[in-house]
């Protein structure tokens, strides 16, 4: 199974974050420069962990309607498809993970100069994450309780009796 990259694409720095094998955990990879050829960058990011999908934050404004960078995205969107055939290339809602990302560096305190290098990668992560998770069947923590649901009583021993007994 392929590994999913992510993209915050911003008019500075490009997020990228990369899943694990699984498809379960996300982690920030690296920061791109917008100003640079990018996409040529990423290019050897895809063949390492056999990407098999892009997944690229939608810029949708905070009501959830398409405003102008969400119409730029589909420009970049029809770009990576083109450019990289091999992979599907998806959008999701990136609202708030750039702001989720600052303050999650500014609570672990990050200097303001180690955030501006840091955050674009974080807020990729949180939304590979969020994409990750809304895939997983049932309500989140689901299958957390199902396995420690199937985990044998610690207080009882093999009799099934308690150990208070």
């Given at each position: 199974?392929?590994?999913?990259?992510?993209?915050?694409?911003?008019?500075?720095?490009?997020?990228?974050?990369?899943?694990?094998?699984?498809?379960?955990?996300?982690?920030?990879?690296?920061?791109?420069?917008?100003?640079?050829?990018?996409?040529?960058?990423?290019?050897?990011?895809?063949?390492?962990?056999?990407?098999?999908?892009?997944?690229?934050?939608?810029?949708?404004?905070?009501?959830?309607?398409?405003?102008?960078?969400?119409?730029?995205?589909?420009?970049?969107?029809?770009?990576?498809?083109?450019?990289?055939p091999g992979c599907r290339v998806i959008h999701w809602d990136e609202r708030f993970t750039t702001a989720i990302a600052n303050q999650a560096l500014i609570e672990?305190?990050?200097?303001?100069?180690?955030?501006?290098?840091?955050?674009?990668?974080?807020?990729?992560?949180?939304?590979?994450?969020?994409?990750?998770?809304?895939?997983?069947?049932?309500?989140?923590?689901?299958?957390?309780?199902?396995?420690?649901?199937?985990?044998?009583?610690?207080?009882?021993?093999?009799?099934?009796?308690?150990?208070?007994?």
């Open positions: 199974m392929g590994r999913i990259i992510a993209l915050d694409v911003g008019s500075v720095r490009i997020g990228v974050a990369v899943s694990d094998p699984l498809g379960s955990f996300a982690q920030g990879l690296t920061v791109l420069q917008a100003a640079s050829d990018w996409m040529e960058e990423l290019s050897p990011l895809i063949t390492e962990y056999a990407a098999h999908t892009l997944l690229v934050g939608m810029p949708l404004r905070t009501n959830g309607s398409i405003g102008p960078e969400a119409l730029a995205m589909r420009d970049v969107i029809q770009s990576l498809s083109e450019r990289f672990a305190d990050v200097s303001r100069k180690g955030r501006k290098g840091q955050v674009d990668k974080v807020a990729a992560a949180l939304l590979l994450q969020s994409y990750l998770d809304s895939r997983r069947p049932g309500p989140p923590g689901a299958e957390f309780t199902a396995a420690s649901e199937a985990l044998p009583d610690a207080r009882r021993g093999r009799r099934g009796k308690s150990a208070y007994d």
